[in-house]
Each structure stands twice: as C-alpha cells, then as structure tokens.
C-alpha cells in the first residue's frame, strides 16, 4: 500500500511538469480510445495497474480510465490557443467560445485588439490568455503602423502580441528592416511573449528556415508560428520538424492555421510543438473530449 501511495505522490508531481504527449497515444497516427490503451498508458506512467487502482479508491476500472483520461485531456487543452480569424462574429457567438474555452482551460485566445477587452470580460477564470493579432493576416503595414499597433493592443490589456511577418519582405531579403521592426515590439512588450507569425503556404522551405534562424537568434521571441492559411497537412511534420531545428532552442515553435483534427494536433506535439493556434480548435478540444473521455 505504501508503494501505491509512492505511486500516486508521482502522479501529483506530473501536473507541474511540461506537458507531454505520449508516442503511444499516437502509434500509426491514431487515437485508439479502446481500453487496452488507457490500461497500457496508465500503466506505464504509473507503475500501478487499473486494478490496484481501483481495488485502493473503492471505484470501478472504467471510473478510474475515465478519470486518468480526463486529467490528460486537460494536460492538451493547456496547449491549444483558439484564434478569431474574422471580425463578424456575433457576441452571443463569441460569448459562447470563451466559455468553452474557459472551460476547456486553453492557454490563450488571439484576436484582433479591437476584441481583447471583451475577451478578458468573457473569460472565466482569467489565467486564459487574450493575445493580440498585428498586421493580420498579411503583414503588409507599414513598420511604424505594426509598432503603432502593437503599442496599442498592449495599453488595451493584452497579454502576448502575435505579429504576422511580410511575406514580400522576407522574399525580397529585407531581413535587418523585420529584425529591427520585431526587436521594437519586443522592447516594447517588455515581458509579454512575441510571436512572430510566417505565412507557410507562400514561403519556401528554405524561406522559412533562413528567417527562423535570423529572428531566433536576433530578436529574442517567445515563439515563431509557422502558419498554414490554407490546409495543407502533408507539410505539417515536416515544417515542424525542420523550424525545430531552425530555431535550435533560441525560441518556442507554435503552429498556426487550418489544423483540424486530434490526430493532427497529437503528432505535433509529439515532435516538440510548442502550442497550436487555429480556428478550430475548440472542435479539436470536442473530439478529445469524446475520444480519450466519453468512449473509454
């Protein structure tokens, strides 16, 4: 019994720790909600079995798999950030997705300023993150308008500021003018967390590991956001894999756009992302919610 005890003392410890998402989650690409995985899992980050587990709480084994579940699911949810992409949402629509997200317990929420202090309104309890998008979706503004932005998001409240980087300026090898713009903001944010945004339809493989590696290492970013404004999943892993490499622990890597599914968002987390921000993701929250909780 003393041993159990030991056993579950690991189990509190974990919560504190960064989340992870196990590889067995993911084998073949696939959530399998049947119980043998729940029994698997448990086991093998417990050493305790779901027997002994229940035998100690006085609870059946599908009570405990779908406790055990649900604490995992949260773990997730801490990494999702739900994005408004569009102004023209209305508010009893809007009061509806910060509630779940509240619920949920994302990370944060990344709308345009204009929505960052009815999102804090909104928002139960308050440790949800309201971020702001800049010179969303394109990046084209001006330098001194992004900054002008920027300067004002944050006198609204805002808790992080998401800065989408031009496409044409990156091409056109304007790097020292985006290096300077972002280490502006940056200063400005002082302890606020910078995301600089890259648009990962339109820039090369190449395109994207040379600017990665320039505002990794120059602007002292909290995260730079590889973001697909249309789906493309065959590139998912494969941009994931080489911005981590990229930015070589100089910054976080979050992944931004039309992600849409559990199994997508699993395998990417399992290579080191650091967070997802898509439109979707409160349906992703859904289908994790009824794969890992409701079918156990």
């Given at each position: 019994m003393e041993e159990l005890k030991e056993n579950l003392d690991n189990i509190d410890d974990e919560v504190n720790e960064e989340i992870e998402v196990k590889n067995e989650i993911v084998e073949e690409k696939s959530i399998d909600t049947e119980e043998t995985v729940i029994k698997d899992f448990f086991i093998k980050e417990t050493g305790v079995s779901l027997k002994e587990m229940a035998i100690l709480f006085g609870q059946t084994e599908e009570e405990i798999s779908k406790e055990y579940g649900s604490f995992k699911a949260k773990k997730v949810y801490a990494k999702l950030d739900y994005i408004l992409e569009k102004p023209n949402i209305s508010y009893e629509d809007f009061k509806n997705k910060c509630q779940s997200i509240s619920s949920y317990g994302f990370k944060s929420i990344t709308v345009l300023p204009n929505f960052i202090g009815l999102s804090k309104d909104l928002l139960t309890p308050k440790k949800v993150q309201v971020k702001a998008l800049i010179s969303y979706?394109?990046?084209?503004?001006?330098?001194?308008?992004?900054?002008?932005?920027?300067?004002?998001?944050?006198?609204?409240?805002?808790?992080?500021?998401?800065?989408?980087?031009?496409?044409?300026?990156?091409?056109?090898?304007?790097?020292?003018?985006?290096?300077?713009?972002?280490?502006?903001?940056?200063?400005?944010?002082?302890?606020?967390?910078?995301?600089?945004?890259?648009?990962?339809?339109?820039?090369?493989?190449?395109?994207?590991?040379?600017?990665?590696?320039?505002?990794?290492?120059?602007?002292?970013?909290?995260?730079?956001?590889?973001?697909?404004?249309?789906?493309?999943?065959?590139?998912?892993?494969?941009?994931?894999?080489?911005?981590?490499?990229?930015?070589?622990?100089?910054?976080?890597?979050?992944?931004?756009?039309?992600?849409?599914?559990?199994?997508?968002?699993?395998?990417?987390?399992?290579?080191?992302?650091?967070?997802?921000?898509?439109?979707?993701?409160?349906?992703?929250?859904?289908?994790?919610?009824?794969?890992?909780?409701?079918?156990?």
């Open positions: 979706p394109h990046g084209e503004e001006h330098h001194k308008v992004k900054v002008y932005s920027a300067r004002q998001a944050l006198k609204l409240g805002a808790d992080g500021l998401c800065v989408v980087v031009s496409t044409r300026m990156i091409r056109n090898g304007n790097y020292k003018l985006i290096v300077k713009n972002l280490k502006r903001i940056v200063k400005m944010a002082k302890n606020k967390p910078v995301t600089a945004i890259l648009d990962a339809n339109l820039l090369s493989s190449f395109e994207l590991d040379k600017i990665c590696k320039i505002i990794s290492k120059e602007c002292k970013l909290y995260s730079v956001m590889p973001y697909f404004f249309k789906e493309d999943n065959a590139k998912y892993e494969e941009v994931a894999k080489e911005l981590k490499m990229s930015v070589n622990g100089k910054c976080h890597v979050d992944f931004g756009g039309e992600i849409s599914t559990v199994n997508e968002t699993i395998s990417l987390f399992t290579l080191g992302v650091n967070s997802i921000s898509c439109k979707n993701s409160l349906d992703i929250a859904s289908e994790l919610n009824n794969k890992i909780i409701s079918s156990v």
